[in-house]
C-alpha cells in the first residue's frame, strides 16, 4: 500500500550457501609404505623405530602394550618418564599438532577412568584426546600418528621435518643405557 513498505517490507532471503572443505587424503606413498598396523605398534618398538596411524581411541592400550614389551626389555617403569618423552611422539595427520610421549604414558590410566578425570591447570586440550579427538581444539582429527624413536630413521625424521617438527638425531645417548635398537631382527 505505502511506498515505503514496498521499498523495506520485502525480506531478501539470502540462500545460507555451505561450502564444506573438501579434505584431500593424498599422503606420499613413500610415507604410507613407512606406516605400519597399530597391533604391531609395541612389538616394532621393543626392536627399534616405528611409526603407526591410528585412531586416537585405540591408543591407550597400544601404550599398555608398550609399557609390557619394555617392561620385559628390562626397562626400569620409574625410567619411563623421561624416556618415552625422548622416543614416543604423537603427530596429527591434518593439523600436525603435536604431543610428546610423557602425556602419552598417562593416557591408560586417564582413560580407564572414563569421563570422570578432573585436569587442573592447562592440559593443553590433551582431554580432548581421551574423548578420541586431537588435542587442537579447531582441529577435528580422529586420527594419529604415533612415532617411537623417529630420531634412528632418516625417513621418519625428514617426514617430521616436512611437518614442521625438527628432531635431535642423537638423542639416542640419552636413552642408550635403557634401550638400544635390535640390529638384524
Ligand atoms: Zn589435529
Given at each position: 500500500m505505502s511506498f515505503w513498505k514496498k521499498l523495506f517490507g520485502s525480506s531478501s532471503s539470502k540462500p545460507t550457501a555451505s561450502h564444506p572443505a573438501s579434505t584431500s587424503q593424498f599422503t606420499a606413498v613413500s610415507q604410507t609404505s613407512l606406516q605400519i598396523p597399530g597391533s604391531e605398534f609395541a612389538k616394532r618398538a621393543a626392536?627399534?623405530?616405528?611409526?603407526?596411524?591410528?585412531?586416537?581411541?585405540?591408543?591407550?592400550?597400544?601404550?599398555?602394550?608398550?609399557?609390557?614389551?619394555?617392561e620385559r626389555l628390562n626397562v626400569p617403569s620409574d625410567a619411563f618418564h623421561d624416556?618415552?618423552?625422548?622416543?614416543?611422539?604423537?603427530v596429527c595427520p591434518k593439523c600436525n599438532e603435536y604431543c610428546a610421549g610423557k602425556a602419552f604414558l598417562r593416557m591408560p590410566m586417564l582413560a580407564s577412568g572414563g569421563g570422570r578425570v578432573l585436569f587442573t591447570g592447562n592440559s593443553g586440550g590433551f582431554e580432548r584426546m581421551l574423548q578420541g579427538t586431537c588435542l587442537n581444539h579447531s582441529c577435528s582429527s580422529t586420527e594419529f600418528d604415533l612415532f617411537w624413536c623417529p630420531d634412528l630413521d632418516p625417513r621418519m625424521l625428514q617426514?617430521?621435518?616436512?611437518?614442521?617438527?625438527?628432531?635431535d638425531p642423537n638423542i639416542q645417548r640419552t636413552r642408550d643405557h635403557l634401550w638400544r635398537p635390535q640390529v638384524g631382527r
Open positions: 626392536n627399534g623405530p616405528a611409526w603407526s596411524r591410528l585412531p586416537i581411541m585405540s591408543i591407550p592400550p597400544i601404550i599398555t602394550e608398550l609399557n609390557a614389551q619394555m624416556f618415552y618423552n625422548n622416543s614416543l611422539l604423537g617426514n617430521l621435518r616436512g611437518r614442521g617438527i625438527n628432531l
